[in-house]
């Protein structure tokens, strides 16, 4: 279609950067929009070099330029343009070709609002959900160009950060790491570093110096980059990491001290009399607390006559990591807490039936597996027959009643604010508590400590916190009063300022949310780009 006025004024609307050009005609090939066009003759440019206007032409040829669609068809600019003599003496640039704005760039073939627009998908979506879209848009791209295009893009202008936060986030989960920076003001992502050790923390810092305060977990390669690369820096400890680490320390003596809750409402059963039965006679957890007790038992037998670690482990066949943590179990009970009742069975929902069965002098496996098949549970009679001849060994015959609530049932009760748990959870935490004086002691230090972190009280209530719990026997939470003067100052900055890691955890989402947009397999530097822009 030759150029006209109606020609003219619909490409003038449509495609208002032509006007710097001479448009000759618009013709429709293979469903795109092909224009031919060329640069006014006459026109002096500066050379990009040296900046004299030069107008020497030196020869033309056609440039091929995508642009963005009009009408649902892909356009194509064929657009002729000139290359120049540059003729100032001192310039060693000899020839340039002319570009023309919002159509040309020097070695582009897309026009920059093309240019703009693959960019913001790439940043968006990255290469294959990029070039899904982008073909509904009529732009045809490949995945790998939408790429680079994206690497191309300059990062963000960098700016002065007073509070940094730090946290680590999976490449690669269990295998490769990285680091988030986020700026604690604006809570915008200051860069990705490789690893989560300490070097490329403190390379970062050392380079962008005006850091005043550090928010971070217990990490100690954070803890020591960030004294290397910022000498003068606050570093505060994240008081969600507190809570959490206190939670982890937690769970271990209620699971010392849970057998208080089950020993209340069930006869004890001695631990000879276990470690004696056959293993056909034992749960998968009775068979784990019989070795620990006898693993146990001889290494500490062995270690009270002077033998090391490792003589220790060679005679016994063990790891010498497994040694060292049997020795340093000062009683079985420690090295139990993982091991009795922590393993949910299909059979728990149905004890108190079982019990009662047994109590009234059932004990046919084939007969009680008929009659739990009735009340709708299919377990296997190898199942059942295990369970019944563990009660029948012991001599224990259970009675009918509700099971204690499991360890971390405990640990939730005890670690969620009173007004968090509906009447019964109360009551049964409650009777806990008064059964067992080691919970009631431990649910005690938690809401001291839960009122230390809430309302920022200070470092000298949570020494005198630590004092307290050291003096009751507590072991687990004893090693996390000790810990914390290991990273006392951050730690007493924590419970103090008012700056926490939490930008940090939702830059990290953003992060993994980045990552797995790109199903796992993107590496740091494009992952890095693509969280930097978004």
Sequence with gaps: MPSSPLCDGLLGVLLPYLDAVVVEHVEVVDGSIRISARTRDGACLPCPSCGVPCGRVHSRYVRHIADAAVGGRPVVIDLSVRRLFCDAASCSRRTFVEQVAGVSIRYGRYTPLLLGMLQAVGVALAGRAGVRLLMVLHALVSRVTLLSLVMKLPDPAPVACRVLGVDDFALRRGHVYGTVLVDGDTHRVLDLLPGRDGDPLASWLSAH????????????????????????????????????????????????????????????????????????????????????????????QLSDRGWAVSEIARELHLGRNTVRRFVQAGRVDDLLAHVAGQRPSVLDP?????????????????????????????????????????????????????????????????????????????????????????????????????????????????????????????????????????????????????????????????????????????????????????
């Design 350 to 534: 149905w004890r108190e039936f079982l019990h009662q069965r047994w109590a009234e002098g059932c004990r046919s496996a084939t007969v009680l597996r008929r009659e739990l098949a009735d009340r709708g549970l299919d377990c296997s009679i190898r199942l059942l027959s295990r369970y019944l001849r563990t009660m029948q060994a012991t001599g224990a015959i259970p009675t009918p009643g509700p099971e204690p609530p499991t360890t971390r049932t405990l640990v939730r009760w005890l670690m969620s604010p009173p007004d968090k748990l509906d009447e019964d959870q109360q009551r049964q935490l409650k009777a806990a508590r008064q059964t067992c004086p080691h919970l009631d002691a431990l649910y005690s230090h938690i809401r001291s400590f839960a009122r230390i972190l809430t309302n920022r009280q200070g470092a000298t209530k949570l020494r005198d916190w630590a004092f307290a719990v050291r003096a009751d026997d507590l072991p687990a939470l004893k090693t996390f009063a000790t810990g914390l003067d290991k990273d006392w100052s951050a730690i007493a900055a924590g419970v103090t300022l008012p700056w926490s890691s939490g930008m940090v955890e939702g830059s990290v989402n953003k992060v993994k949310m980045v990552k797995r947009q790109m199903y796992g397999r993107a590496g740091l530097p494009l992952l890095r780009k693509r969280v930097l822009l978004l």
């Design 209 to 300: 110096p005006g850091v005043k305060v550090i928010c971070r977990d217990r990490a100690g390669a954070y803890d020591e980059g960030g004294h290397r690369g910022a000498p003068k820096a606050q570093h505060v400890a994240d008081r969600w990491h507190l809570w959490h680490n206190l939670g982890q320390h937690v769970e271990k003596d209620v699971a010392a001290h849970r057998g208080c809750l089950r020993r209340a409402q069930a006869a004890p059963v001695d631990p000879a009399a276990i470690e004696s039965l056959p293993p056909q006679a034992l749960s998968a957890q009775g068979v784990l607390e019989a070795r620990t007790r006898r693993r146990w038992r001889e290494i500490h």
